[in-house]
């Protein structure tokens, strides 16, 4: 069964700086999308940002040149830096993945329901 445990949400002031991580574990294919969400209070759940098993990545407009996603296959862990940070990126932060790639099916950005497996979030804070 596959399981996603996120980390490292946190406050921080605006302007400032925080990874996540997200731990996968039970996950066997060898070809999946593996993407960053994120839920604002009130708000519908959004793409951030996804990568795909050959290492290709895309953002949401609202991110790009701020947070970069990454992996680390060794460790089957997914990592999200964020940057420059406004309080608009106040919510609670997702991982998902599935084994179909980021490239084929519904666009994972665009339709948050097409990842099959979740993680429970972490919330991130943004003060100004």
């Known amino acids: 069964q596959v399981q996603l445990v996120e980390s490292g949400g946190g406050s921080v002031q605006a302007g400032g700086s925080l990874r996540l991580s997200c731990v996968a574990s039970?996950?066997?294919?060898?070809?999946?999308?593996m993407g960053w969400f994120r839920q604002a209070p009130g708000k519908e759940r959004e793409g951030v940002a996804t990568?795909?098993?050959?290492?290709?990545?895309r953002y949401a407009d609202s991110v790009k040149g701020r947070f970069t996603i990454s992996q680390d296959s060794a460790k089957n862990t997914l990592y999200l830096q964020m940057a420059s940070l406004k309080p608009e990126d106040t919510a609670q932060y997702y991982c998902?993945?599935?084994?179909?790639?980021?490239?084929?099916?519904?666009?994972?950005?665009?339709?948050?329901?097409?990842?099959?497996?979740w993680g429970k979030g972490t919330l991130v804070t943004i003060s100004s």
């Open positions: 039970g996950y066997t294919s060898r070809s999946y999308c």
């Open positions: 998902a993945a599935r084994t179909l790639d980021c490239s084929g099916g519904l666009n994972p950005l665009r339709y948050y329901y097409g990842m099959t497996y």
């Open positions: 990568i795909d098993t050959d290492g290709s990545t």
